[in-house]
């Protein structure tokens, strides 16, 4: 392919006739910000710019301008570009590029900048490093980052003019000079020479499309018979969601034969039960469960411990009222009916309250 050429813009090129600038250019990377995820810390010019590009047809691409020294700033830097980036993602032509270049940053660069890369790709994007030549000969190398598209700063003279190629292997964007001239642009603007087809690659030239074809139909969405927080009584269940039949376990061997649907998916035993207890199936489940009704709490007189053969005197050797209004409510409650005061009915209390079973 025919070298391309590129300028990367920043809010201190001011305002900027893209109008001229398409005729000149074959791209732009846009800053959209510089460090953490903070809106103070976005580029000024970043959504003008970008609209801009968009009105006037100009391929563009961003970079973040790096301050992190952790790790926590730079998913923070990433989440920065994410936040700002969403709305051009498939608008753009050329990659989002991490700019590491700032002192004091250098240990720890390589970590935090495949960090960042790993989060941008996981979204989709097409992520790439810039730095000097010499950041990438003394700070970068070893090679983690051949995964990123890489752009190099190397300016020579730095007289407007490309002078002495990157000694950078894999370079795909040289930045040759920050004092470029560009019409539509007032003062100096950088300027890059791009020697990859990186819009062919981000955003490929669609083909004719082929006659449309019906569509196969789709199986429909399963259904399930129970949902989560059902509780659930299982006759037998499994120790994963893929085990067959032959791997079932009878709820005899668990700790109990019940448990709540707390999760779903879509597989032989798609029921997780209590979050990890077992798996089940249709098949396995019982019914729903229904907790045991409390059983009432039981009280009883205190034993009684003496000689004496006459109830009136053992319920008040215990401290009980033996009244026979209250003889009469203490034989109903334990069992024996029309009490009249028989010395049969009597020897029954007197046995249960020497026993301490004699029921309040």
């Known amino acids: 392919m025919s070298e391309l050429k590129l300028i990367d813009i920043s809010y201190h090129n001011g305002e900027i006739d893209f109008a001229k600038v398409k005729t000149q ?98 979204e989709g994007y097409v992520v790439g490093i810039y730095a000097s030549e010499y950041w990438w000969n003394t700070y970068l190398s070893g090679g983690s980052l051949n995964r990123y598209t890489k752009w190099v700063a190397k300016y020579g003279t730095n007289d407007g003019a490309p002078q002495t190629r990157p000694s950078v292997d894999g370079t795909d964007i040289w930045q040759y000079t920050s004092v470029g001239k560009v019409n539509g642009i007032s003062g100096n603007v950088d300027i890059n020479i791009c020697y990859r087809d990186l819009p062919s690659e981000i955003r490929p030239v669609e083909t004719a499309a082929e006659p449309a074809q019906t569509p196969a139909p789709q199986p429909a969405p399963r259904t399930y018979v129970h949902a989560v927080g059902e509780h659930v009584v299982f006759s037998t269940c499994y120790a994963s969601s893929t085990d067959p039949t032959s791997k079932a376990i009878p709820a005899t061997s668990m700790s109990r034969n019940h448990g709540m649907i707390t999760k779903i998916v879509d597989a032989a035993n798609p029921y997780l039960l209590d979050n990890g207890l077992c798996w089940v199936n249709d098949g396995d489940i019982r019914g729903l469960y229904t907790a045991p009704a409390p059983q009432p709490v039981v009280s009883y007189y205190q034993a009684y411990t003496g000689t004496s053969t006459s109830i009136v005197d053992a319920l008040k050797a215990v401290g009980v009222d033996s009244s026979f209004a209250n003889r009469n409510s203490i034989a109903g409650k334990n069992g024996i009916s029309n009490y009249s005061g028989t010395a049969e009915q009597n020897e029954k209390i007197l046995a249960l309250l020497r026993n301490g079973k004699l029921i309040k």
């Open 25 to 122: 250019v074959d791209g732009a990377v846009i800053r959209c910000g510089y460090g953490d995820n903070a809106e103070s810390q976005d580029d000024k010019k970043f959504k003008e710019y970008t609209e801009a590009c968009i009105t006037h047809d100009i391929p563009f691409g961003f970079y973040l301008y790096s301050y992190a020294t952790t790790m926590d700033q730079a998913k923070s830097e990433a989440d920065h570009c994410l936040r700002l980036l969403a709305p051009y993602k498939d608008r753009m032509s050329y990659p989002v590029y991490l700019d590491l270049e700032k002192p004091g940053t250098e240990c720890g660069a390589v970590e935090r900048a495949l960090t960042f890369g790993e989060i941008l790709e996981r």
